[in-house]
Every structure is written in structure tokens, then in C-alpha cells.
């Protein structure tokens, strides 16, 4: 059985037994407590411990894992993976012990065909109910159940719930051990593939226990490990799952798979590693110093590693990613999708480790023999920072690489060294003098991400430590702070500006940026010196953030509006939020209707004279989702998001800065509001004073109006309407005479002509005049009638027809000698152009048709 058709067989057999299906959360886990996800449970935690509630009550999936504890064992063993999937079903409060155990005896023994008498379980020696499960249900020998202690009580911590487990393992038969069950026989011969937990306890803090209400399931099943089972295989490297990884790593190294045990392990890690860093480069995950991406560089460095140690400079870790794309595009379609990002991410990484590894790994291996030679069995701490600061060697590659040799690394000196370099540089630090990506990518490193403090008013202005200064060109400099209360320019507000004042020096902030992965760059120009080390005074230009923050405010309001009056398909497209106006561009097919826009700006101002708090949500992405929290284009969350409440209405995910009241914003006003695309509309804003000069302009137009119009300000529109109706009876009193006087030119042309079709120049008329015209005289029983003018420097030439001849295709050819274009119907068409010496070419060929 290959992966695709083990992935369809389980997810089908419970489908069809009521379970929903539930698409596999992402490696980047929700829970806070976990840089992973790391068991098919993890995204079903919060129902479990009874948080939120299941939308469904019995659920099914195939989770992405990555666990990292037994990174050193990969390559060396045939089952131990990083990235692995988990197949699971679950019940919330639904099926208990009877469903679980037998659904999942019915799926091997029936679906997956596995025979009854290759099966052994455990139970609890507490859980009597499971045994006779067991018996009566599956009809199990007796002798095939076995009794554990802690081994079958699964806990999800030291507080919450918890309860017993039932282990299902297969007997792979005499050659891989001693027999005796799970409880007592060999490892390698009694393999787990499922494990089915009963939640049916709590615990409480004082370690008190109850029986749950609601019991739960949560069953949890390897996918690799079964199949390799299934197909009678003894690896999970032996599966078509990673059949072209090992081809990709065969080809990397050069080497050929079973043809020796060292350069086997050398594969097989390899092609794990290659497997795992593009899932997770997939969900997210870059390369970095620490977290997540430490440990995806961590092992992108295993790989290369391996490599060159095999022998192999040539480059490999592309062809991982394709070899991974290929097997696992179908079932994680992100894959195919972001292939070249994630190529492009990986290589980048192996191209930066490869061009200092050569020397680093000299460095290591010359240490260690010494280390060997003199009899010791501890590796220089000293050498491990230079590998860790230089060659950057991970400690943990570096304590792998010497424990071969059964060394142990000086961890203390290690740890003394990275400390004594950490205040070197703070205390230390030069003025940098070129601005790059890699010094940014050095003040991250040395001194960490900048920390911002500014969010409330009493911290614009902080005392603070000046970082580094970066000098620019045309006098441009940017400057760094340990903590600063500048914001830096982000999800459509703009950065902040102010002065950072030192004892010897005055930089003044024109622009404020986030680079390299959280590091603040204040942008100006320095009066003065300022030297990096300095103690400095940091303060925010106060009212222009006033501003800027009631503008953004006021954005969340106006999209909340447009939510409420147009719809739920309404989604942010791109913002600007600045301190004199605010601009919002979002989906939508249409320009707003007057009543649109008035519904839109009543809702958001009574939101701002409710003069409710602005309350800001510190929670996870998934509870903030769960709470119908809008997302806004373009911006980046992590497992930890803020939210932002402003009012009865708005609910957003927002990093910027917002007003502590509503009633701070003081009035909305919507200044303008066009289409910049396909299905994309831009509306224009401004708030508080920027409102309140625009409705004094608005009040000085009207005034100089009225004034005109000789009437007071509340008769303006009446005193407008009584001008506008004049000038429209004068237009219907000139458009009568003309018509009448069309009328009189008609008759004229009429008399001059006896036959049915009439052909005239008459210059002085509009292009509408003269197809009216031509109407009038064809509607004097003539056949065809065309007339061609000029009028200023246009050409226009009408026909109209008794249907005998199609005035359109006429008028069409007619256009051509005119040098223009035109179109109508078969009875009456207009065509014009620029060419007025041709009429008298035209009007021939017409006579001559």
C-alpha cells in the first residue's frame, strides 16, 4: 500500500462513520507552551480541556509533527523521524471506550487487513472496563491483553484532564525478538501503532481528582510506522514516502543506499532532514538564532553537514525539496505552490553555512584529536564558542560531532564566553559605518530585536541606550536603541518622528522602520556626535502620533462600516494611516451610493460617540479567530496576536497604535472614494482636526457661494436649484430653435433633392445634430440619407437607412476615409474623424454606392 492510498483509507473509513474531517493544523502550534506541534491532539487541545467547544462531536485527521528530543538518533535508527504525520479520530463527549476500541480494531483487521492474531494490547492495570472491551468486542485472546502501569496513564500535564490508555501493538514475529508480549518481550519485535487515550479524569491544582462529565478520545496513530508495516517492510525509509528523498540524497552524496551502514545513516538523515525543513519552511518557519528557526537551522545544518562529511560539496538541498514536493504536493498542495520560496529559503541557508564549513570543521576535528591524544574527555569550550561565533557551528552540532568520539563539551566555559560577548558588545560597541542587511543582521545578533515601550502616552518620551549609529548618504544617518518609544512603520501606519538627544549630540527622527526581524532603524540626521553606548533621551513628535492614532482608529470604524452596509466579502486590500488623513483600499465591485456612504460614516460616528474603550486583546491567533477578529492585509501574526476592540463593532488583529476612547477620534469625515482596479475601491478619510478644517473649508466654500448668490447660507441649495432650473429652460428654448431651425434645413435639402436617396455636406452641426437630421429626412420617404460636417476640427458623418442598406457597416466605411471610426444600428449610424479635407472624397464614394 503506497502513502496516498493509507491516507485515503483512513480518513474514508471514519468519514463515513460520522467523523468530520479536519485538515492538518500547521507545525507552528497554537499553544504558547509549545514551539511545535508535536501529536495529532495538539489542535484540539482547547476542547479537551473544556476552553472552547467542539464545533463537531466527533472529528478525524492527519496532523503534520515535528518533534526534535531524538534529533541525534535520526539516520542511525529505521523508525526515528523529525517531521512524521499522526492519523487520529476523536470524540468530544460523543463515543467513549466501546467506540474507540472497536472502530480502530475494525480499521486494521478489516480495513487495513492486518491479521487479528499479529495484534496484542495494553490496558491500564486499573481499567477493568477496557479489558472487557477488549474481550467482548474484538473477540482478542486474553492471553493478547497485558496489564501496564504508568505506561497506559496518559496525563495532558500535572493539572487538567487525564485518564487511562489502550496501546495496540503489532507482533512482527520471531527474528526481531523475544516473545512476551508489549509488557516483557523484545522492542523491535512488538511495535505500537495506535494508541487510544479515555479522558475521563480532571485534576485540580491540589492534585484532587474527579470523573469528567464530557469524556473524551484521543487516539493517535503513526502514519510512517504503519506503513511500513502494511507493506511487510522493516523502515520507514523503505516506504514510497521516502524513496526519492534517498534517491535525492544518494545522488547529493554520492553515494549508493544498503551498500554500507555509515554512509546508510549519512541517507537516511539526510533525507529526514530534508523532508522536515521544507514542511516547515512550508508553515512558516525561517532559518534564526533562536526558536523555531534555530531549530530548522539546526537541522538544514545537520544536512549539509552530513554531506561534507561524506564527501559531497556539490549542493543538495533543492533536490530534497523537490523530491519532498513531489511525494507530498498532493496532500499539502502549499507545497507545490510556494516550491521556489522555499527552495530559495533553504539554499540561501546551505550557500551561508557551506562558505565557512570547510574551515570550522578543520577547527573541530583538529581540537578533538588533541583532546583524544592527550587522553581527556572534555572538548575546549573555548573552541566550541569560536565554531558557534565564526563558523556558525550550533553547540548542539558541535556536542553530536565530538560525542562520536565520546567527548563532552565544556559547557560552562561555552556558556561564560557567550556571555562575555554579549557585554563586550553593549559595552564595546563602534559606530558602524555602512548600512547593509548585514550589519543590521550583527546588531540582532549582538544585541538583540529593539524592545518598543511608546504604546502610552507617558512613555514618549524614555531614557534609554544608544545601540549603534549606521551613517548614510546626503547626511542621512539611522540611529538604534536598546528600548525606544518610536513606532516603526507597520500594517499601513507610518513610523514615528521625534528627537533622541544625547549629552554630546541631537538626532533629529524623520522616519521610523523595523529591519532584520524586529530591530528598530531611526532615520535623520545627527547634530552633533552621538556615539553608540551613549545614555539618551528618546521623544516621539507627541501630537503628530495623536494623530495618527486617531486616524487609525478611525480606519478600524470605516471598515467595520463598510462590513455592516456592504457586506462580509469586504476585505482590506492595503491602508495608509498617517496624522493628516487616512486612506483605505478594500474588495468591493461598485462605487458606494450616496445612502451607502451615509449609512457607512452614521455607523462610525455614533461608534465614536459612544466614546467607548479601546480595549486591546492580548491572546492566541486561533482564540482571536474564534472570536471573529478580522485579519488585515499583508501584515504577518504569530501564535501570540494583539486585538484590538474598538467599539461594538470592530474587531481587528492590529500592532498599531489606537486612542484609549472613541470619543478621542471627535468626527469621521469621508473625503473620497473611487475605484483603483478591478473590483477595488479606495476610500479616502480624515478625523478629529483634520475633520474639523475640512468642515471649515467646506463652510468657507458655502459662505462665498451664498454670497454670490446673494441669499443667506440656509438658501443656498434653493437659490442653486431656481439658477439651474433658468439655465435648463434657456437650453430647452435653444434646443427648440435649433430644432426649428434643423427643421427649416431639412425641408431645404429635401426640396433640392428628388430622388430617394439624399447625400449632403452640412458643416456647423454636432455629430447628435446631424444624425437628428438624417432621421428626420429619411422619415421623409427617402431610402438612405448621409450627411457629413465639420465642426471645429471634427468630422462627423450620419447615416440613416430603410434597413435596405445597414447604415452601421456604411457609417463604418465611411469612417475610413475620414481617418476615424463608428457604429450604430442598421437603420441610423454616426461615424466621425480628423481628416475635414476628405469630406468631399467621401461624400463621392457615397454617390458613386
Known amino acids: 500500500m503506497e502513502a496516498a492510498a493509507l491516507r485515503s483509507t483512513f480518513l474514508d473509513f471514519f468519514t463515513r462513520r460520522g467523523h468530520v474531517e479536519v485538515p492538518s493544523a500547521s507545525l507552528i502550534a497554537l499553544d504558547p507552551t509549545l514551539l511545535f506541534t508535536v501529536a495529532g491532539m495538539v489542535p484540539f487541545k482547547s ?30 535508527t529505521q523508525r526515528h523521524l523529525t517531521f512524521f504525520e499522526m492519523m487520529g479520530n ?182 529526514d532532514h530534508g523532508r522536515a525543513m521544507t514542511m516547515l519552511v512550508a508553515d512558516g518557519v525561517l532559518p534564526a538564532n533562536e526558536g523555531r528557526g534555530y531549530v530548522l537551522r539546526r537541522i538544514i545544518r545537520r544536512a549539509v553537514l552530513a554531506a561534507r562529511r561524506a564527501g559531497s560539496d556539490r549542493p543538495l538541498l533543492g533536490d530534497l525539496v523537490d523530491a519532498t514536493v513531489a511525494k507530498m504536493g498532493d496532500a499539502y498542495p502549499v507545497l507545490r505552490r510556494d516550491r521556489d520560496l522555499i527552495v530559495e529559503i533553504v ?42 561565533d565564526t563558523h556558525g557551528f550550533p553547540i548542539e552540532l558541535t556536542e553530536e560531532i565530538v560525542a562520536e568520539s565520546q567527548l563532552s563539551v565544556d559547557r560552562g566555559a561555552f556558556d561564560d564566553a557567550m556571555r562575555d560577548q554579549r557585554l563586550r558588545a553593549r559595552a564595546g560597541a563602534k559606530t558602524l559605518r555602512v ?30 541606550t544608544v545601540v549603534a549609529i549606521l551613517a548614510g548618504e546626503k547626511g542621512e544617518s539611522e540611529l538604534f536603541l536598546d528600548v525606544t518609544p518610536f513606532y516603526a512603520e507597520s500594517g499601513g501606519q507610518v513610523g514615528d518622528t521625534g528627537t533622541v538627544v544625547t549629552e554630546s549630540g541631537r538626532f533629529e527622527v524623520t522616519d521610523t522602520q523595523s529591519v532584520a526581524g524586529g530591530l528598530i532603524v531611526h532615520r535623520g540626521r545627527v547634530d552633533g556626535v552621538i556615539a553608540a553606548g551613549q545614555v539618551a533621551v528618546a521623544t516621539i513628535d507627541a501630537s503628530r502620533r495623536e494623530a495618527t ?94 486585538v484590538v476592540r474598538a467599539g461594538r463593532h470592530s474587531l481587528e488583529f492590529c500592532g498599531g497604535t489606537h486612542v484609549q476612547r472613541l470619543g478621542d477620534i471627535g468626527q469621521i469625515q469621508i473625503v473620497s472614494e473611487s475605484s483603483i482596479g478591478a473590483n477595488t475601491r479606495r476610500l479616502e478619510a480624515v478625523s478629529a482636526m483634520g475633520a474639523h478644517e ?63 436617396v439624399i447625400v449632403e455636406r452640412v458643416d456647423g452641426y454636432s455629430g447628435d445634430q446631424l444624425r437628428a437630421l438624417a432621421q428626420e429626412l429619411q422619415g421623409r420617404d427617402r431610402r438612405l440619407v448621409v450627411l457629413a460636417g465639420v465642426l471645429g476640427d471634427k468630422v462627423s458623418v450620419a447615416v440613416a437607412s430603410d434597413g435596405a442598406l445597414d447604415a452601421a457597416n ?29 469630406i468631399t472624397k467621401l461624400l463621392d464614394a457615397v454617390r458613386a454606392l
Open 347 to 388: 539554499e540561501r541557508e546551505e550557500a551561508n553555512f557551506a562558505r565557512t564549513l570547510r574551515t570550522g570543521l578543520a577547527l573541530l576535528e583538529g581540537a578533538r584529536d588533541d583532546e583524544i591524544e592527550r587522553g581527556g574527555r572534555v572538548f575546549s569550550g573555548a573552541v566550541a564558542f569560536k565554531l558557534h
Open 47 to 76: 476542547y479537551f480541556t473544556g476552553e472552547e467547544t467542539a464545533p463537531y462531536p466527533r472529528a478525524v485527521s492527519i496532523q503534520k509533527c515535528f518533534r526534535a528530543p531524538d534529533i541525534d538518533l535520526i539516520g542511525t
Open 90 to 271: 476523536f470524540s468530544f463527549g460523543d463515543y467513549f471506550k466501546e467506540g474507540a476500541i472497536s472502530l480502530a480494531w475494525e480499521l486494521l483487521t478489516g480495513g487495513f487487513g492486518i491479521d487479528p492474531d499479529r495484534l496484542w494490547v495494553t490496558v491500564h492495570v486499573s481499567d477493568d472496563e477496557a479489558d472487557t472491551i477488549w474481550r467482548d468486542v474484538t473477540g482478542i485472546r486474553p492471553e493478547r491483553i497485558q496489564r501496564l502501569d504508568e505506561d497506559n496513564m496518559w496525563a495532558m500535564g500535572d493539572v487538567g484532564p487525564f485518564g487511562p490508555d489502550s496501546e495496540i501493538f503489532f507482533d512482527k514475529g520471531p527474528a526481531f525478538g523475544d516473545d512476551g508480549g508489549p509488557a516483557t518481550g523484545g522492542e523491535d519485535r512488538f511495535v505500537e501503532i495506535w494508541n487510544l487515550v479515555f479522558m475521563q479524569f480532571d485534576r485540580d491544582a491540589s492534585g484532587a481528582t474527579r470523573e469528567l462529565p464530557r469524556k473524551n478520545i484521543d487516539t493517535g496513530s503513526g502514519f510512517e510506522r504503519v506503513l511500513s508495516l502494511l507493506n511487510g517492510v522493516e523502515s520507514v525509509f523503505a516506504t514510497d514516502l521516502f524513496a526519492p528523498l534517498l534517491e535525492a540524497a544518494s545522488r547529493g552524496l554520492n553515494l549508493s543506499y544498503g551498500r554500507d551502514e555509515n554512509g546508510d545513516v549519512a541517507l537516511r538523515r539526510v533525507a
Open 810 to 838: 456604411l457609417a463604418r466605411e465611411l469612417a475610413t476615409h475620414v481617418g476615424g471610426g463608428g457604429g450604430g444600428t442598421s437603420r441610423l449610424a454616426l461615424a466621425g474623424g480628423r481628416d475635414a479635407g476628405a
Open 549 to 642: 492614532r486617531r486616524n487609525h482608529t478611525a480606519t478600524h470604524l470605516l471598515h467595520a462600516g463598510l462590513r455592516a452596509v456592504l457586506g462580509e466579502h469586504v476585505r482590506q486590500q492595503g491602508s495608509y494611516v498617517g496624522p493628516g488623513r487616512l486612506r483605505f483600499d478594500f474588495s468591493h465591485g461598485q462605487g458606494l451610493r450616496d445612502e451607502e456612504a451615509t449609512a457607512i460614516l452614521t455607523m462610525a460616528n455614533r461608534d465614536v460617540v459612544s466614546n467607548d474603550d479601546v480595549e486591546t486583546i492580548q491572546t492566541s491567533k486561533r482564540e482571536a479567530e474564534l472570536m471573529g477578529a478580522t485579519a488585515f492585509f499583508g501584515d504577518k501574526y504569530g501564535e501570540r496576536v494583539r
Open 435 to 464: 548600512a547593509d542587511d548585514a550589519q543590521y543582521r550583527s546588531i540582532v545578533e549582538q544585541f538583540g530585536a529593539s524592545e518598543f515601550v511608546g504604546r502610552s502616552v507617558d512613555r514618549y518620551s524614555v531614557e534609554t
Open 694 to 756: 475640512r468642515t471649515l473649508e467646506m463652510e468657507r466654500v458655502i459662505s462665498s457661494i451664498a454670497t454670490l448668490l446673494k441669499s443667506s447660507l440656509e438658501d443656498v441649495v434653493p437659490s442653486l436649484e431656481r439658477i439651474l432650473e433658468s439655465q435648463r429652460e434657456v437650453e430647452r428654448e435653444v434646443a427648440a430653435l435649433r430644432q426649428a431651425q434643423l427643421g427649416q434645413i431639412a425641408t431645404r435639402i429635401a426640396e433640392s433633392h428628388d430622388g430617394d
